[in-house]
């Protein structure tokens, strides 16, 4: 923990960008107006800058022992790490599924502008 928060510091001083502070959360929405519903609580409540909502996609999967299928839309959510608990939290209170698909994966690397951009984006105001 105090080398994140080291990091964060040299990063703010710097205005240089360390790998991981940032991540892309991927859920799977039922339709469109749950996926637009979801994107916009979410930026509304600071939890997130940008979300992409990607047409529909077919998707096969297990589900209480039987194999599925379903059309979703999927949501590409870019957040700080720091907020991805409380978003997948808020994510589960509101979902129709039983079981949303959330999981997160890191950002690396990319344009020091946009990683700016994104931190603006979730001010509290």
């Not at 923990?1 to 039922?30: D, E, K, Q």
């Not at 589960?92 to 502008?113: K, T």
Request: charged content about 20%.
């Amino acid at each position: 923990m105090l080398r994140t928060l080291s990091l964060r510091l040299h990063s703010a001083i710097t205005g240089s960008y360390f790998s991981g502070a940032h991540s892309i959360v991927f859920v799977n929405c039922p339709n469109e107006q749950v996926a637009r519903d979801i994107a916009r609580a979410i930026l509304n409540k600071k939890l997130a800058a940008s979300v992409n909502i990607l047409p529909k996609s077919s998707s096969l999967y297990f589900w209480k022992g039987e194999i599925e299928e379903a059309t979703e839309i999927l949501l590409l959510i870019k957040t700080k790490t720091s907020k991805v608990l409380m978003l997948s939290s808020y994510i589960r209170l509101v979902h129709p599924f039983e079981i949303p698909e959330v999981f997160s994966l890191p950002m690396d690397q990319g344009d020091v502008h946009y990683f700016k951009w994104l931190e603006e984006g979730m001010e509290e105001d």
